[in-house]
């Protein structure tokens, strides 16, 4: 496995890569790697002749500098996991490298729904995520990249983002990897106590539970909906293990805010909330 530092170099790789007409696969991490990661990379690994990853903490994405500093980072054991997986390339970059001096913030302001949820609570959040992912793309030239479902309004955002400024790659959704409780697996829970890990699992129960009640339902009107909601929320949320940031349900097609529930539509519920200081996030799909 090639381990790429410099822009230099990687210029020269992806030179190498695109004369040689391979298919170029690319996953970028913020390291401290898991099985949600692994996920995505054997998939590319299974689809393209070559597979990047990426392992940078992209400190714009960051509004909470607490976050930013504790945010685990394990960038050895990652390039030995990396190299057992047979990834062909990890980049691992510098801040001055991504953000060099002469870096000229864009203003990525394409869509309102930079705004809401994940990017009211965290402002300035989905304007780094572009930023970084948008130099990854102009660095790298994928054929394909690879994003969890995970972070679900991230890629819904990439996909606009790459349609609205038609740059010819391939978006590639990969589905959420859980523990054995259904907690859905994130570097960040590498800082939760083993207690504090048991009451991260109310989220899952939350959006699992929410997620059968309405299957269960043909219809619901807006009253229905909030107090099934509301009765959820005391269930499972309302301790004092727990901070609800937002716990929310969207059609999934236009990421629109749903009021009522008809049996026609695709539906997705969103979830954040503190368990102790970490910040954790989750959906799920309603078929
Ligand atoms: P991160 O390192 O947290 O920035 O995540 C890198 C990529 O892995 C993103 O596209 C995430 O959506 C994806 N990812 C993170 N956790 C999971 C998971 N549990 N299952 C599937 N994909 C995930």
Known sequence: MKIIRNIKYLRTIIREIKSKNQLLG?????????????????????????????????????????????????????????????????????????????????????????????????????????????????LIHPDRAYFGEKDYQQLWLIRLFTKKFQIPIEIKDCKTIRDKNGLALSSRNKNLTEQQKEHAQSLFLAIDSLRCAIKGKSYLNNKNFIDLKDQLVSQFLSNSWIKLDYFEVIEDESFRFVREIKHDKKYRILIAAYVGGIRLIDNMLIE
């Open 26 to 138: 690319f996953v970028p991490t913020m390291g401290s790697l898991h099985s949600g990661h692994i996920s995505l990379l054997m998939e590319s690994i299974n689809e393209n002749d070559v597979t990047i990853c990426s392992i940078y903490v992209n400190p714009t994405q960051f509004n909470d500098p607490v976050d930013f500093a504790e945010y685990p980072r394990e960038y050895n054991s990652d390039i030995d996991l990396l190299q057992s997986l047979n990834c062909d390339i990890v980049f691992l970059p510098t801040d001055k490298t991504m953000y060099p001096e002469n870096h000229k913030p864009i203003d990525y302001e394409f869509s309102n729904y930079m705004n809401i949820l994940e990017g009211e609570k965290r402002p300035g959040h989905f304007l780094g995520v572009i930023t970084i992912v948008h130099k990854f793309f102009n």
